[in-house]
């Protein structure tokens, strides 16, 4: 749910930038090759002046690389960062993923999603910047490319190596210690939205050793699950996303159905959505913390 | 009145049709339920899936059709009657816009949060102020009324706009586009609950109108000489409406078309006198309202359609047909 209202963000960000490119004027500076092959961040020395713009790539980058070396991340990262990494954003400017920010701010490297680098790489060319476009998440195999792809870009693959380390030594010892009895779960907040199979948060609850019920509807992504199919469903615990950090919306009058309290009476987890929307080597620590909470649950079903 | 006589006829038929798509609409949704688990449900130890599905899912559901359908068919054959206009419906008043502003409000600063009934009360209070601001600035006719209304819907709007435009929540605008494309979907009894009082007081404010619509008919000077009240009537139908459908869209989004083609589709059968139109074109508002319900559950979609959707698609051309026929028809 919440991946696809990020999306639906970025598309926005995206449509900014397509209002907002100056027209006319391809002076491109000398040695700079926006569309071309990356080439090598040694070449170049290390990208000092580095600029974010999306959320996950906000996070990914205070990960990686110091805070004098980021140029700004966007102003939707705050809330994600106090979640995952309180603090870590002080002193980091915040961008509103526009063509002035990019021009005033004069990145040597944009770090784009998919739907604000074509717009990127047209002003690119105007900023002396380089473009790397960076894919969504939606597999810890995902996850593993992506770091890598932004550590190359960054010029820090080590530190990106050592992250993946981090995420698949935790990885490894929730395989190895595998759940007695899989719960059946679903990320249910509303029923408009529900992850099914292929999505970083299905992973996320495969990972921690439940079952994702939402995985077999027949839409294989994002699908609707009804307060009926949770009746006939009837999981062992339903995941919400936590709405403390986005302020009142309708989703919580949706998720506040009597049948919810009467009958998943603490069993109703709240999770961060930032580690479910962005895949982060976080993303393994979300596991971890799943399996505990699963473990803390009552034995019996809820009953009916 | 030639056509007058029909009119039991029709009551009776529309009678017999609601009990039918009652009993459809409990029948089907999103789990295929077989009618016969349904009723075993009913026999069953409580609580069991069946039991739960019908006595907290689908009845709300059904009865929340029943309501609004029956609420925004009554509030258009009332107001068409007071404005003498056929293009008259709830959301020509303002009354919708000023629903949906309240519960805006309720939803994205906090109000829902702090107390969950907190939505249809402040939806209910958008409805009576946005009445009250439209019957104050055009009670001296009705031509001012609807402009007034039209007015009083644009100030609405762009309320909700800034609203939304305030709101903490990054995804409001999102969310709020759906909500007001009107659902009756998982809603739950008490949210039903506090909002019958105010659906049932309005209903029985638009009681009391039938004999003045009738006489407003012959223009208004030969109604206030004949004894009418115009600005008791005028009160009476703003208040009913307002309070019925102010309720009704806080609790299901602002469904357009029902309250405009209701009373439309009653008319060939019962005659233009709206004491006559006021009941039937409640039923088949009702009827309306809980057939589009049905289909959006067996349509096949991914996401559930929302009902405004498609009675806008259907209510439309069948609308323009009407027109055109009735165009045929005048001399």
């Known amino acids: ?110 770090l784009a999603g998919t739907y604000s680098a074509p717009m990127a790489r047209r002003l690119a060319r105007r900023a002396g910047a380089r473009v790397v476009e960076v894919p969504a998440t939606n597999s810890f195999e995902d996850i593993r490319r992506v770091v890598r792809q932004v550590g190359a870009a960054v010029g820090e693959p080590e530190r990106a190596e050592a992250l993946l380390a981090g995420m698949d030594v935790k990885l490894a010892r929730l395989a190895a210690e595998r759940a007695a009895r899989p719960l059946r779960v679903v990320a249910w907040s509303g029923g408009n939205s529900v992850p099914g199979k292929g999505t970083l948060t299905d992973a996320i609850i495969t990972v921690s050793g439940a079952e994702n019920i939402a995985a077999k509807l027949p ?86 | 009145m030639v056509k007058a006589n029909r009119h039991p006829q029709v009551l009776f038929v529309l009678l017999l049709l609601l009990p039918a798509a009652v009993a459809l609409s409990l029948a089907v949704g999103r789990v295929a339920l077989p009618f016969s688990v349904l009723i075993d449900g009913l026999a069953e130890p409580k609580p069991n899936l069946a039991w739960l599905i019908l006595s907290e899912l689908r009845v709300p559901r059904t009865v929340l059709a029943l309501v609004v359908g029956a609420t925004l068919g009554l509030g ?64 001296s006719g009705t031509l001012t009324l609807i402009l007034a209304g039209a007015a009083v819907s644009g100030l609405a709007g762009a309320g909700l706009a800034l609203a939304l435009n305030f709101a903490p929540n990054p995804y409001a605008a999102y969310e709020i586009t759906t909500w007001l494309l009107g659902s009756v979907a998982e809603r739950d009894w008490a949210q039903i609950a506090l909002c019958m009082p105010f659906i049932l007081l309005g209903w029985f404010c638009l009681a009391f109108t039938p004999r003045g619509l009738d006489l407003l008919t012959l223009g208004e000077a030969q109604a206030e000489s004949l004894g009418v009240n115009l ?25 357009g078309f029902v309250g405009l083609v209701a009373p439309h589709l009653v008319r060939p059968f019962v005659g233009h006198q709206p004491s006559r139109i006021l009941l039937p074109s409640a039923l088949f508002g009702a009827l309306l309202l809980l057939v589009t319900d049905i289909a959006i559950r067996v349509l096949p979609t991914s996401n559930e359609l929302k009902l405004g959707v498609l009675t806008s698609l259907i209510g439309t051309p069948f609308f323009f047909w009407l027109v055109l026929h009735l165009r045929r028809l005048s001399p």
Not at chain 1, 71 to 100: C, F, K, Q, W
């Open chain 1, 1 to 110: 749910m919440r991946l696809a209202r990020f999306r639906a963000c970025l598309a926005l960000a995206g449509a900014l930038f397509l209002t907002l490119t100056p027209v006319g004027g391809t002076l491109s500076p000398p040695g700079v090759q926006p569309d071309g092959p990356e080439p090598p961040a040694a070449a170049h020395g290390k990208p000092t002046r580095i600029m974010s713009l999306m959320l996950c790539n906000d996070l990914l980058l205070l990960m990686l690389v110091p805070p004098e070396r980021i140029a700004s991340i966007t102003y939707l990262a705050h809330d994600a960062v106090e979640a995952l990494m309180p603090g870590a954003d002080r002193g980091v400017p915040v961008n509103y993923g526009t063509a002035e920010d990019v021009l005033l701010q004069r990145p040597d490297l944009i």
């Open chain 1, 219 to 304: 839409d294989t992504r994002y699908g609707s699950f009804g307060l009926e199919e949770l009746l006939a469903a009837r999981p062992d615990a339903i995941l919400q996303g936590e709405t403390r950090w986005t302020g009142p919306s309708l989703r919580d009058s949706q998720t506040a159905h009597p049948l919810i309290d009467r009958y998943w009476r603490g069993r109703v987890i709240g999770y961060p959505d930032a580690a479910y929307t962005c895949g982060l080597p976080q993303s393994a620590d979300a596991a971890v913390a799943l399996r505990a909470v699963f473990r803390g649950l009552p034995a019996e079903s809820p009953a009916w």
């Open chain 2, 76 to 139: 258009g054959a009332a107001l068409q009657g007071l404005l003498r206009n056929p293009l008259a419906e709830p959301g020509l008043l303002g009354v919708s816009g000023g629903a949906a502003l309240g519960a805006v409000i309720a939803i994205y600063f906090g109000l829902a949060a702090a107390f969950v009934l907190a939505i249809p009360l402040l939806g209910i209070a958008g409805a009576l102020a946005a009445g009250a601001l439209t019957f104050l600035f055009g009670r």
């Open chain 2, 231 to 255: 600005g008791l009537l005028r009160a009476q139908v703003l208040a009913g409406v307002a309070l019925s459908v102010g309720a009704a869209t806080a609790m299901a989004g602002a469904i």
